[in-house]
Every structure is written in structure tokens, then in C-alpha cells.
């Protein structure tokens, strides 16, 4: 079994920052792909950041200068530092990674619960 754990969402004022993290266990030969992902009631869920095992990274243009996706191989998390927070950043917020479980699988793609970010203006 492979589970995602996220944690570091909450309720902040616009202009503040909050950072997200999501750690990867069980089962796990190798991660390559992370990323984050929102969604609003009513919308479906769109990618925010993502960055790949050599550290290549890609961001929405909504929150290109403002968040920051990284990533420790070591410890198989993915963080996203979230800067100059704007009400409209309000969302639920999921963890998502492609993991490969063992050399003879294929990855699959894996998802954490959601965290809460709420931004008050």
C-alpha cells in the first residue's frame, strides 16, 4: 500500500504565506512525478505545481511568482510554499505523485485526502 499524507493548510489573511506538505509511504521502489493540485466547489480540480525527480518544475500561471514547489527525494516529500496569498488561492489542495512500487510495475498515480486552504481578504 502507498499512502500520501498531507499537512500545513489553515486559514490565513491575504498577503500571508502558508506551507503545504505531503510525505509519500509504504510500498514505494521509486517517485517520479509530484505535484499539487486544487479545487473549488462547483469546478474541477486543476494543477497548481508540479516538479519531476531531477527537480524540473512547471506552475498554473495564476501562481507563477508567488508559490514555490520543492522536493526531498530523501524523505519522499513534496512541499509547496505558498507567498502573497489572494482569496481566489482558496481551495482544497491535493497531493499527487506517480509511484512505482517496484521495478517490474508500471507507476501509478496516487492521491492524498486534501487540506484546507482558506485565504481571507
Known amino acids: 500500500q502507498v499512502q500520501l499524507v498531507e499537512s500545513g493548510g489553515g486559514l490565513v489573511q491575504a498577503g500571508g504565506s502558508l506551507r503545504l506538505s505531503c510525505a509519500a509511504s509504504g510500498n514505494i521502489w521509486s517517485i517520479n512525478r509530484m505535484g499539487w493540485y486544487r479545487q473549488v466547489p462547483g469546478k474541477q480540480r486543476e494543477l497548481v505545481a508540479a516538479?519531476?525527480?531531477?527537480?524540473?518544475?512547471n506552475y498554473a500561471d495564476s501562481v507563477k511568482g508567488r508559490f514555490s514547489i520543492s522536493r526531498d527525494n530523501a524523505k519522499n516529500t513534496v512541499y509547496l510554499q505558498m507567498n502573497s496569498l489572494k482569496p481566489e488561492d482558496t481551495a482544497v489542495y491535493y497531493c499527487?505523485?506517480?509511484?512505482?512500487?517496484?521495478?517490474?510495475?508500471?507507476?501509478?498515480?496516487?492521491w492524498g485526502q486534501g487540506t484546507q486552504v482558506t485565504v481571507s481578504s
Open positions: 499527487n505523485a506517480e509511484i512505482q512500487r517496484s521495478p517490474y510495475r508500471n507507476p501509478g498515480n496516487y
Open positions: 516538479i519531476s525527480r531531477s527537480g524540473t518544475t
